[in-house]
């Protein structure tokens, strides 16, 4: 007969069927016992959804209360156990929102509204408006769970409007029960507007909306939500030039610049970005697609031509040794000279006079100097290292990310 560890290797999908034939006693005992290692202990509790024998509910429970326990194990036992009532005290208590352990004080948030506590609304709205999909993910769940326990409007009367993160379950949820929330892109919070046009799915609500000569940025949000829907660029860009073809100004950004970030980050701008960048990215034609090779090739044949020493060049991610972005760096005597993968822009660590600038805006780069490096694309948040606002120039023509 196969044992559990054998259908549960280490570092390998396991087999969930082969695991759910096992007798959930047998499961049970194994997702319990100590000795046993976590990551097979959860697979255990995994398989045993929907059928956990009332014996060993107290073991079970003792393991969730049990904060030596892995994080993991625990979080897989609050989605096995979330449907018994006696453990409702328990999450509530203020103990659980100081448990350091990761990811469990947001598990324990989703338990309680699957449990149908109504006391963890607000902060299940605020969870399910977290930027990070990991902890967004618990918070809408809790939600879902709850709107369907207790029922959707009494969800909506607790939650309310005051807050941009209630408005944003409020839509969401109004969505789920399909209800249209067209109405949400004049919202003033950019966050809650930004939900709404990837929810609605209307194209004529949109059509309609965008002919009632709505506020500037409900309009545009409504231009997005159409090229969603349609793929329709020409009907895009047509609603565009009726608005007049708003934008946002960043004096000190070289048109040649302005347009390889917008279409390089366009299509992955956080939430909060001014949808005047959205729907330039849709009116605009994107630049000639780079042949990297090449254009790193014109570097190193002006730098030889003109008898300045160098390194090979090396890619974002070689030069920092993990991780993605988008220039290459080319050591030189002193410094190091940055070339983007986005455009024939380059720029170097030192001063902006040096022989290295004069010898590749010759061969046709454009220098980034100092100036134009600290220029922040106002209104356009990306994300960089945990954080998602607006960053400079240097930091997109110059990107990485580990």
């Known amino acids: 007969m196969t044992s559990i560890d054998d259908l549960i290797p280490f570092a390998r999908p396991y087999d ?4 759910r034939a096992c007798g959930a006693d047998e499961l049970a005992r194994y997702a319990a016992d100590p000795e046993r ?48 009532a006696e453990i409702l005290p328990w999450l509530r208590h203020p103990e659980r929102s100081q448990d350091g352990q990761y990811g469990l004080c947001q598990a324990y948030l989703k338990a309680r509204g699957v449990l149908g506590d109504r006391t ?45 993160e209630d408005r944003l379950a409020r839509d969401r949820l109004r969505h789920r029960a399909g209800q249209d929330v067209t109405d949400s892109l004049a919202d003033p ?14 194209p004529e609500r949109l059509r309609t909306l965008l002919a009632s000569d709505p506020p500037v940025e409900a309009a ?8 969603r829907l349609t793929g329709d660029s020409a009907e895009a860009r047509a609603w565009d030039r009726r608005l007049g073809s708003p934008r946002v100004e960043v004096p000190g950004l070289p048109e040649e610049m302005r347009l390889a970030i917008v279409h390089e980050y366009a299509a992955r701008c956080e939430r909060d970005t001014d949808p005047r960048w959205r729907v330039e990215a849709l009116r605009t034609d994107p630049p000639e697609p780079a042949e990297v090779e090449g254009r790193l090739r014109r570097v190193t044949e002006a730098l030889e031509a003109a008898g300045i020493d160098f390194d090979p060049p090396v890619s974002a991610h070689e030069d920092n040794g993990v991780g993605e972005g988008s220039y290459h760096v080319i050591r030189l005597d ?7 993968t986005l455009g024939p822009f380059a720029g170097g660590t030192d001063t902006d006079d040096t022989p290295a600038r004069r010898v ?37 023509l110059f990107y990485w990310q580990d």
């Open 16 to 19: 969930v069927t082969a695991l």
């Open 37 to 84: 290692h976590w990551y097979r202990r959860r697979a255990c509790i995994e398989a045993l959804v929907g059928r956990v024998p009332e014996q060993h509910a107290p073991a079970l429970l003792d393991v969730l209360r049990n904060r030596e326990e892995t994080a993991e194990l625990r979080v897989a036992l609050l989605d096995l156990l979330a449907d018994r």
């Open 120 to 164: 963890a609304t607000a902060e299940l709205a605020t969870l399910a408006a977290n930027p990070s999909w990991r902890w967004r993910a618990f918070g809408e769940a809790g939600l879902d769970a709850l709107a369907d326990r207790r029922g959707l409007a009494t969800v909506l009367a607790d939650l309310g409007d005051a807050r941009p």
């Open 189 to 202: 919070d950019r966050t809650v507007a930004h939900q709404a046009h990837t929810l609605v799915a209307d």
């Open 220 to 227: 545009l949000w409504a231009v997005c939500a159409l090229h």
């Open 334 to 340: 002193g410094d190091s000279l940055f070339v983007s």
């Open 360 to 396: 590749l805006e010759r061969a046709g780069f454009r220098w980034v100097d100092e100036a134009t490096r600290s220029t922040v694309v106002t209104g356009f948040c990306v994300y960089y290292f945990g954080e998602r606002g607006p960053l400079k120039v240097d930091t997109l």
